[in-house]
């Protein structure tokens, strides 16, 4: 079984400051690991992945993740943030038959 | 644009009804999963299929059931609605539906029930 935690439910940063949406997974399985951003009335896209390879995963408009096996985390940064990553962020694990299991979801919002 | 198409992209419709959503994968994906978003369940995984064949089940009441054709478009049904049912319907879809690959979703399909 698997599951994920996303710290926050609404994160606040001014436009320019570091980004840090928080996650924790659970796993029976070595898992693979997402990063989807939803923007209002739009669907999923796939930010980055992170399936066993290189534990630092970066991802489309400057945002990377880091998988911590020792921490069971996987926390989405991005050094400075822009006006258009307000967005809605989702953490997913899926196990070995793409079962995919995704966290309530983390709110960005960005100030100018 | 991820290639996933769903249709339509609104419904509005009343309490007992039926409606039928459809969805398009990406060109060369086998693998077609449904989804469930609303404000109080969040983001709910309700079916998937492999080419043609259902592979995993997920929160999908009784009342709904979906199928994936030849063509591999995928039909999910909803019957005797609810207000309940109120939400955005997403259709994801991947390459062979191992877990090291990611999904692509389309822009899903607001159902409201009146």
């Known amino acids: 079984a698997q599951s994920v935690t996303q710290l926050d439910s609404h994160v606040s940063v001014s436009e320019g400051t570091p980004v840090l949406l928080r996650c924790n997974y659970s796993?029976?399985?070595?898992?693979?690991l997402f990063w989807y951003v939803q923007h209002p009335n739009k669907g999923l896209q796939l930010l980055l992945k992170y399936t066993s390879a290189a534990t630092l995963v970066k991802g489309i408009n400057g945002f990377e993740a880091e998988f911590k096996k020792s921490e069971t985390s996987f926390h989405l940064t991005k050094p400075s943030a822009h006006m258009s990553d307000a967005a809605e962020y989702f953490c997913?694990?899926?196990?070995?038959?793409?079962?995919?299991?995704f966290g309530a979801g983390t709110r960005l919002t960005v100030k100018p | 644009d991820s290639g996933v198409t769903q249709t339509p992209k609104h419904l509005i419709t009343a309490t007992g009804q039926r409606v039928t959503l459809r969805c398009s994968p990406r060109?060369?994906?086998?693998?077609v999963y449904w989804y469930q978003q609303s404000l109080d369940q969040g983001l709910q995984f309700l079916i998937q299929?492999?080419?043609?064949?259902?592979?995993a089940k997920g929160n999908i009441l009784e009342r709904f059931s979906a199928q994936q054709f030849p063509d591999l478009h995928s039909e999910l049904n909803l019957s005797s609605l609810e207000l309940g049912d109120s939400a955005l319907y997403f259709c994801?879809?991947?390459?062979?539906?191992?877990?090291?690959?990611?999904?692509?979703f389309g822009d899903g399909t607001r159902l409201s029930i009146l």
């Open positions: 299929y492999y080419n043609g064949e259902e592979r």
């Open positions: 060109s060369g994906d086998l693998s």
């Open positions: 997913v694990v899926s196990g070995p038959y793409n079962d995919m299991r």
């Open positions: 994801a879809s991947s390459e062979t539906g191992r877990g090291n690959q990611p999904q692509h």
């Open positions: 796993s029976s399985y070595s898992p693979s």
